[in-house]
């Protein structure tokens, strides 16, 4: 659809919806979950290797055969991280997916979910499967490729490690609201934790408050451990309408609503104290999930965390706590497992690792397998809602939100 230039998506008049905040008629649901062990670095596998693998555990997981009864495939993929071009001409093979409908979506997971939802909601199909990957390791010029998106005039010819950009934003954002580096420090701890219950995590271990202040000083006050590690691993969600989804054996998780948005590309013109762009993708998911007080609804979160006050950051501009309590929430243990809000309990990127584009997705994956119940050791008390948020990194400003939900 396009919209004239004066309107945006926020203009188009809400679609009648059913009680539980789904639209009539129209429910997406999330059906199959397969993903692969995260590893910092994993030679034994190719990229393609890692996507049969999350493939099949989905098929498994959904109780389908990806050639008879998926109707279409989306990539969530960059070029530059593959090291190639036209990306989605190489996966098909791997999805089971040759000579079928394919395309990829140059960005996060949540972005290519978007996709799937939108494709099954206009009827051209019942059943999508989205995939993302990371193979990390394979890439000799990570710090190269993330600086090539800086604007080529003013920012880029500065030179220096792009992530100088997450240490002068972290300073802006705590200044102005007011958490310290010392909850930052709180996350990491608590993520790093809480991955030694995820046997996909590839940076689980038994972090402290005290360690992480101590570790080496990155860009003040960004420190050493405050950032999440790469790694290499594959997620790949089957996606079905209500009327496929009834058929299916597992229990599926409702999309009730998703949104996203990206922010000005210019670091000069951009917010540095929240994330406008999650704000502004949260507005249009909740609008489609009738979510009026986002801070009393949800059993749980799924944030981006690939900077430790990022977790902090998200869970404000979702709406979850006001500016400036997330540390507070972080400081008490709301954010834990045990918390009023358990926040990544899954261990985030920062106890499982950076998967790149796949974070959305992981995100996702996570939050479905709480809402089912299959979250094994790490699993709430029969949670019924969840808020799942992504971010694709530096130096973007691009954000998604899913709000998910079992039942009717």
Not at 55 to 79: H, L, M, N, S, W
Not at 268 to 273: G, P, Q, V, Y
């Amino acid at each position: 659809m396009i919209l004239p230039k004066h309107l945006s998506p926020f203009d188009l008049p809400a679609r009648r919806s059913a009680p539980d905040g789904g639209c009539v008629g129209l429910k997406v649901g999330i059906i199959g979950v397969g993903i692969t062990p995260f590893r910092t670095t994993s030679p034994e596998f190719s990229w393609k290797e890692l996507t049969y693998d999350a493939a099949q555990r989905a098929y498994a997981d959904a109780g389908i055969d990806p050639r008879k009864d998926v109707d279409t495939f989306v990539t969530c993929a960059e070029d530059y991280y593959e090291g190639f071009g036209i990306f989605d001409e190489f996966t098909p093979d791997q999805l089971g997916a040759v000579l079928r409908p394919m395309h990829t979506v140059g960005g996060d997971g949540i972005a290519g979910l978007a996709n799937a939802f939108m494709i099954i909601q206009s009827g051209i199909a019942e059943i999508a499967v989205v995939e993302s990957h990371s193979k990390a390791s394979d890439i000799l010029t990570y710090q190269g490729i993330v600086a090539h998106g800086l604007d080529p005039i003013w920012n880029k010819p500065l030179g220096g490690h792009p992530n100088y950009i997450a240490g002068l934003e972290m300073d802006a954002y705590l200044r102005a609201s007011g958490n310290t580096a010392a909850d930052c420090a709180a996350v990491v701890a608590k993520n790093r934790r809480a991955a030694l219950l995820n046997p996909i995590a590839a940076h689980a271990a038994r972090v402290t408050q005290e360690q992480v202040e101590s570790s080496p000083a990155l860009w003040s006050p960004l420190r050493d451990l405050d950032v999440a590690p790469l790694a290499d691993g594959c997620v790949v969600l089957v996606v079905a309408s209500e009327k496929a989804a009834r058929k299916m054996e597992s229990t599926p998780v409702w999309i009730r609503g998703i949104g996203w948005a990206t922010e000005t590309p210019s670091l000069e013109t951009r917010d540095w104290t929240t994330s406008q762009a999650t704000r502004l993708a949260a507005t249009m998911a909740y609008r489609l999930a009738k979510v009026r007080n986002a801070a009393q609804v949800f059993d749980l979160a799924e944030v981006d965390d690939r900077f430790s006050y990022k977790e902090l950051q998200h869970v404000e501009a979702l709406g979850l706590a006001r500016k400036g309590q997330a540390g507070r929430m972080a400081r008490r243990g709301d954010l834990g497992a045990s918390g009023k809000l358990p926040t990544n309990v899954s261990g985030g990127s920062i106890g499982c690792g950076n998967v790149l584009e796949a974070c959305g997705l992981h995100r996702v994956s996570e939050a479905v397998l709480q809402l089912r119940g299959d979250a094994g050791s790490r699993q709430l008390d029969r949670p019924r809602t969840a808020v799942v948020q992504s971010w694709r990194g530096l130096p973007s400003a691009s954000c998604g939100v899913a709000v998910l939900g079992v039942g009717r």
